[in-house]
């Protein structure tokens, strides 16, 4: 009688161990420890608010790596309501009559020229600080690296910023499981996480988009309150 019940207490005593190691487990795969974007918000943002996205720096090796974000960049953005993105092709017209080279380090002078060029109330502007693979004991690791600051049009001020880096063993946590293999993949879960992180809008009546889509950007007294 008394082996049966050894038998029995360690049974219980293994299944016990093994629920509490697979919840040990899961966790790490779930939540891992993948850093989230460290972001700047002065305020929330007016609805309707006027936003142009402006070409990223590069100081990375690949040469293509603003062309791959840029767009993802837009996509998440223009699916939050309260916003509206100005559509790149009329960004684009306005930067060939002002070439500029970086345009993480854009001048005041030309921030309210583009605004009111482009008839928007921020520029989102920022560089691509890493965006390839590195060598982890023989194996290509992906990493990416972005650093965004939306800069209002009227005065310069800075509204919102972030910077996010995020690398492909970020939630790697058993013998390989949770690494993210493709640099796209890893780049659109880093595009997803800083969108995430932008700011609301509000509800302001006086902010709204007229019916033809056009306005005057806002004044710098609206957004300051």
């Given at each position: 009688?008394?082996?049966?019940?050894?038998?029995?207490?360690?049974?219980?005593?293994?299944?016990?161990?093994?629920?509490?190691?697979a919840?040990?487990?899961?966790?790490?795969?779930?939540?891992?420890?993948?850093?989230?974007p460290?972001?700047?918000?002065?305020?929330?943002?007016?609805h309707?608010?006027?936003i142009a996205?402006?070409?990223?720096a590069?100081y990375?090796?690949?040469?293509?790596?603003?062309?791959?974000?840029?767009?993802m960049?837009?996509?998440?953005?223009?699916?939050?309501?309260g916003?509206?993105?100005?559509?790149?092709g009329?960004v684009e017209a306005?930067?060939?009559?002002?070439?500029?080279l970086?345009?993480?380090?854009?001048?005041?002078?030309?921030v309210?020229?583009?605004?009111?060029?482009?008839?928007?109330d921020a520029?989102l502007?920022?560089?691509?600080l890493?965006?390839?693979?590195?060598q982890?004991?023989?194996?290509?690791i992906?990493?990416?690296?972005i650093?965004?600051?939306?800069?209002?049009?009227a005065?310069?001020t800075?509204?919102w910023?972030?910077?996010?880096?995020?690398d492909?063993?970020d939630?790697?946590?058993l013998?390989?499981?949770g690494?993210?293999e493709s640099?796209e993949q890893?780049l659109?879960?880093?595009?997803?996480?800083?969108a995430?992180?932008?700011p609301a809008t509000t509800?302001?009546?006086?902010?709204?988009?007229?019916?033809?889509?056009?306005?005057?950007?806002?004044?710098a007294?609206?957004?300051a309150?």
């Open positions: 009688m008394c082996a049966c019940r050894t038998g029995d207490t360690s049974r219980r005593n293994l299944a016990a161990a093994v629920l509490l190691c919840g040990v487990l899961s966790g790490y795969a779930l939540g891992g420890c993948a850093p989230s460290r972001a700047y918000e002065a305020s929330p943002l007016p309707g608010m006027r996205i402006l070409p990223l590069n990375t090796a690949n040469r293509e790596a603003p062309d791959k974000i840029a767009p960049l837009l996509s998440e953005l223009a699916q939050r309501g916003l509206h993105i100005v559509d790149p009329a306005v930067l060939a009559r002002e070439p500029w970086l345009y993480d380090r854009i001048p005041p002078d030309l309210e020229r583009f605004g009111a060029e482009l008839g928007v520029l502007v920022g560089s691509v890493g965006f390839g693979f590195r982890s004991e023989g194996e290509r992906p990493h990416v690296s650093a965004l600051r939306l800069v209002r049009t005065d310069g800075v509204l910023s972030a910077a996010h880096s995020r492909g063993a939630r790697e946590w013998f390989g499981l690494r993210v640099l890893l659109a879960r880093s595009i997803a996480e800083i995430l992180a932008f509800t302001d009546a006086e902010s709204q988009v007229p019916d033809d889509g056009k306005r005057q950007p806002l004044r007294e609206r957004g309150r």
